[in-house]
């Protein structure tokens, strides 16, 4: 039998349907959203506890969470914001093993997704790992899914969804990422945080994988990598009308 890793997963749920979705949807939760009739929550908790490699799943979200989770997933209450709600879920898992950070906006997951991005992790040691996804592989599956995308010079890449750390950095993380949270509408106050020629060389594209992997490594204090997957499901989050249009029809497949 092949050698599957173990990790422990902390899903955020904690956004209220306040924002895009609130005149298409009743749900009191953006995660409870109807997707192909299940919450569009149950999608990824199906593909984390069909992960070989999770082996426990936490949930920090809002009371109205706790009725749709499964039997063996904890709901923890949410905090104030996205940072604390993951510092709680990294907290109540095991700190010896690592953890993925997962939103609960992105339905298109499968269990064979996580597996393979867990592996794809370890095959470098490190504390925290980011995705990476070629906008090519995006744009190719799903033509008309609208991305965020940084040139670099290796090629053009979009974030994903779901993150893996070591707990034990979490503290060291969380007070780094809430300087970043607090300047990201100032162009003054990000220059100064990422250094003014780091952050020309990003605008031009002239940055590689290798120089960002040193700069995030250095601000917070711990070993990261960029993990660039071509598991587009990795990358596609619900957070437009469009984009619920999308994995509806998806999913309705």
Known sequence: MAYEPAVSAVVLAGRANE?????????????????????????VLDALTGSKSVRKVVVVGTPDVDAHLP???????????????ASLGLAAVDQHQPALIVTSDIPLITPEVIDGFVRQCLTRPAEL??????????????????????KL???????????????????KLASRAREFVAARKSPAKM?????????????????SVRELEVKVSRMFGVKGVVVIT??????????????????RQALAR
Do not use: C, Q, W
Request: net charge negative.
């Open 19 to 43: 924002g895009v979705f609130r005149e298409l949807s009743d749900a009191p939760n953006e995660a409870l959203i109807d997707i192909a009739g299940r919450p569009m929550l149950a999608y």
């Open 71 to 85: 039997d063996g997933i904890d709901l923890l209450r949410a905090g104030d914001d996205v940072i604390a709600n």
């Open 129 to 150: 790992y980011y995705p990476a996804i070629p906008r090519g592989d995006a744009e190719g599956r799903f033509p008309n899914v609208k991305r965020t995308y940084a």
């Open 153 to 171: 010079r290796e090629g053009t890449y979009t974030g994903g969804n779901v993150f893996m750390i070591d707990p034990r950095v979490a503290s």
């Open 191 to 207: 220059a100064g945080l990422l250094g003014p020629m780091f952050l020309a060389k990003l605008l031009l594209g002239a940055l």
């Open 230 to 247: 071509h598991s587009v499901e990795i990358g596609v989050d619900v957070d437009k009308v469009s984009d619920l249009e999308l994995v």
